[in-house]
C-alpha cells in the first residue's frame, strides 16, 4: 500500500481511528508503544477518570459523532474530578459539521447592514443560519461622508451606467469608470457659472460647488489611497490640466483644482505643438494606468486652450482566490439565443449570494489593507448582477439606473452554500466618445459656444469642452482583477453669444450579466460594466 501522507494506520487496532505521524504513540515502523500505566486515557474502554469519552465508532475519520471531537489532538490528564466542560451557549458552529452531529444554529442576533453606525433603513436580521454571522467592514458609513450627497453620487453613477450600456454596449461589451467622469465633472464644475454651473449640478444631483468639492476631496485623498503595501488593493486615481501658456488660471480655481483634485498643472503651446501636447497627455494617462490605457487622444486640436483628464489605475487579488487547476470550458449563452465554449472559474466555498424577483448578486470581496482603523476601513468588491433570463439584462439595467438606492438594497448580507457555482474570466476594453451621452443626459451649455466656465480661466473669451473622451480596460480571472480608466475633456474658445432560510444556490454566469466594483465604506463606484460575450477581447 502506497505511504500516505496525511495517515498512518495501525494494523494492529481494532479500529481504523487514524493517528498521525509524529504521535508519540507510533514509531518509524507504524508500530504500536506501550501505553502508559498511571494516567492514561484509553481510548478503546470506559474510565472511572474520564466516564464520558468513549472510542469512536469504526470510521476512518477520527471523529467523535456523539460526544467531544478529537482530531488527533494530546489527550487533557489529572483533570480535577469536579471539572465539567464549559458550555458556549447558543454561540455560531461552522458548517459542515461531521456526520451524525447535529450544528447548532446562529441566533437571532439584530445584525444591520448598510447602516454601521447610526442605521439610517429599516435593519435586516439573520434567520437561523447555520453559520456565524457576517462582521464585515460597514457599508456606506464612511466618516465625513454625509449620507446624502453619497447616495447621490452612487445614483449619478447609475445613471451614467443606463445611458452607456443601453444605448452603446447593445451589441459589445463595455465597461467604463463613472467615478471618473463625475471626478472630471466636478473639477469642472468648480470653474463654471450661470447656467452651466445650474446643469453641472443637478446632473451630479448636489446643491453647491462646495457639497461636490468635499465629496470628491475626501475620494480623491482617501478612498483612492495605494493599500498595496499593507496586503490591499493597489489603488489610483490621479487628475492632470494642461493649459495654455497664452492663458492663466483664476486663483480661486487653482487652489481647488491644486488642493482638493490634486490636480497636476501644466503649461502647454497648443497652437505651434499640438502634437507635442498630445503625447504628452498620452504618456501621462498611460503612466497613471500602468500602461493599460494607451494612445487615448488620437490628435489634439490648434485651436484648444484646456484639457483636463482623470486616469483611474485598480487591482485587486480576490479574499478567496479561485483554483485554476479547477478551471474549465463551458457554454456561455449570447443574446441572441446562440452558445459559445469559454473559460469558467468554479469554486466550492460558500459565497456571499443574494436571491431577488428577476435576478441574482454575487460579491466576490478583494483583500483588504491591514493597517487600517475599524472606522476608517476601506474594503472593496466586485458585484456580479445576474439576470434568472437569458435576455434579462437590458430591464436589469434599466432597473438600477432608475430605483434610486439600487446597490445599497442589493447587495448580499452572508455567505450562503453554493450548489453549482461558475463564472466566466473575461479581458476587454472600451472606448468612446462621451460629449454626446452627457448632451443627451442634459449638460447642454457646456458644450455650448458660451461655454460658462468664466470661474477657471483668466481671458476674455469663454471656454467650452469640445471633447470627452473616456477608455477603460478590465481582466477578471483566477487570481483577482486588474482595471483602468481614463477620461479626457478638451476645451476651445468659443464666442461671446435573500432568502431566509437554510438553501444551497446555484449561481451560474452563463448568460450576459452586469458587473460592479465599488468600495464597501463610501459605496462609491469606481467601475460598471456588462459583460455579452466573454470570448471577445477588444
Known amino acids: 500500500m502506497a505511504h500516505n501522507p496525511f495517515f498512518n494506520l495501525s494494523s494492529k487496532r481494532s479500529s481504523s481511528f487514524p493517528t ?61 474530578p469536579d471539572w465539567t466542560p464549559q458550555q458556549f451557549p447558543n454561540f455560531p458552529t461552522t458548517r459542515n459539521n461531521s456526520p451524525g452531529r447535529t450544528p447548532q444554529q446562529v441566533p437571532n442576533f439584530p445584525m444591520t447592514r448598510n447602516n454601521y453606525p447610526g442605521p439610517d433603513s429599516s435593519p435586516q436580521q439573520f434567520s437561523n443560519f447555520p453559520m456565524a454571522p457576517d462582521f464585515r467592514v460597514a457599508r456606506n458609513n464612511y466618516p465625513g461622508l454625509d449620507q446624502g450627497p453619497r447616495k447621490n453620487q452612487v445614483d449619478v453613477s447609475l445613471t451614467l451606467a443606463k445611458h452607456f450600456l443601453l444605448n452603446y454596449g447593445k451589441d459589445s461589451n463595455l465597461v467604463f469608470s463613472p467615478i471618473s467622469i463625475q471626478v472630471v465633472l466636478s473639477l469642472l464644475a468648480a470653474g463654471s457659472n450661470g447656467q452651466t454651473r445650474d446643469q453641472l449640478l443637478s446632473f451630479l444631483k448636489a446643491e453647491s460647488v462646495d457639497e461636490l468639492n468635499s465629496v470628491y476631496a475626501l475620494l480623491v485623498d482617501v478612498v483612492f489611497a495605494d493599500g498595496s503595501s499593507s496586503g490591499g488593493p493597489r489603488v489610483s486615481v490621479a487628475n492632470g490640466v494642461w493649459l495654455d501658456e497664452s492663458l492663466s488660471f483664476k486663483d480661486a480655481f487653482q487652489q481647488v483644482a491644486e488642493t482638493m483634485y490634486k490636480a497636476a498643472s501644466h503649461r502647454v503651446d497648443f497652437q505651434n505643438k499640438a502634437e507635442e501636447v498630445k503625447h504628452l497627455v498620452n504618456s501621462w494617462v498611460e503612466k497613471e494606468t500602468c500602461g493599460l490605457i494607451k494612445n487615448i487622444l488620437k490628435s489634439v486640436e490648434r485651436s484648444a486652450q484646456l484639457i483636463l483628464a482623470n486616469a483611474l489605475y485598480f487591482k485587486g487579488e480576490w479574499s478567496s482566490p479561485f483554483d485554476a487547476f479547477l478551471t474549465r470550458n463551458y457554454d456561455f449563452y449570447l443574446l441572441n439565443s446562440s452558445s459559445i465554449q469559454v473559460p469558467f472559474m468554479t469554486s466550492n466555498k460558500d459565497q456571499y449570494i443574494s436571491v431577488f424577483d428577476g435576478f441574482k448578486v454575487l460579491e466576490l470581496p478583494y483583500q483588504q489593507a491591514r493597517n487600517q482603523s475599524w472606522e476608517k476601513r476601506l474594503s472593496f468588491s466586485m458585484y456580479i448582477f445576474l439576470p434568472d433570463a437569458i435576455d434579462g439584462l437590458p430591464a436589469l439595467v434599466e432597473r438600477a439606473g432608475s430605483e434610486p438606492g439600487f446597490l445599497d438594497r442589493y447587495v448580499p448580507s452572508r455567505r450562503v452554500e453554493v450548489g453549482e457555482f461558475r463564472i466566466p474570466k473575461f479581458k476587454f476594453e472600451y472606448n468612446i466618445e462621451a460629449r454626446e451621452a452627457l448632451q443627451s443626459l442634459g449638460l447642454v451649455s457646456l458644450f455650448g459656444p458660451s461655454g460658462g466656465l468664466g470661474e477657471m480661466v483668466s ?44 438553501v444551497v444556490i446555484d449561481f451560474v454566469a452563463d448568460h450576459p450579466f452586469l458587473f460592479v466594483i465599488r468600495e464597501n465604506a463610501t459605496g462609491m463606484v469606481e467601475i460598471i460594466g456588462h459583460v455579452l460575450n466573454p470570448s471577445v477581447h477588444a
Not at 473622451?469 to 475633456?489: L, M, P, Q, R
Open 20 to 80: 498521525q505521524n509524529n504521535s508519540p504513540r507510533l514509531n518509524q515502523d507504524d508500530q504500536e508503544l506501550p501505553m502508559p500505566q498511571n494516567n492514561s486515557f484509553d481510548l478503546d474502554h470506559h474510565s472511572e477518570e474520564f466516564p464520558d469519552f468513549r472510542a469512536p465508532p469504526n470510521n476512518s475519520h477520527g471523529i467523535y459523532h456523539d460526544y467531544q471531537e478529537f482530531h488527533n489532538f494530546p489527550v487533557p490528564r489529572n483533570i480535577p
Open 459 to 502: 481671458n476674455s473669451f469663454p471656454l467650452f469642452v469640445s471633447r470627452i473622451v473616456h477608455k477603460s480596460f478590465i481582466e477578471v480571472d483566477e487570481k483577482g482583477t486588474e482595471a483602468a480608466a481614463a477620461t479626457v475633456f478638451c476645451t476651445a474658445p468659443g464666442s461671446s453669444c435573500i432568502p431566509r432560510v437554510k
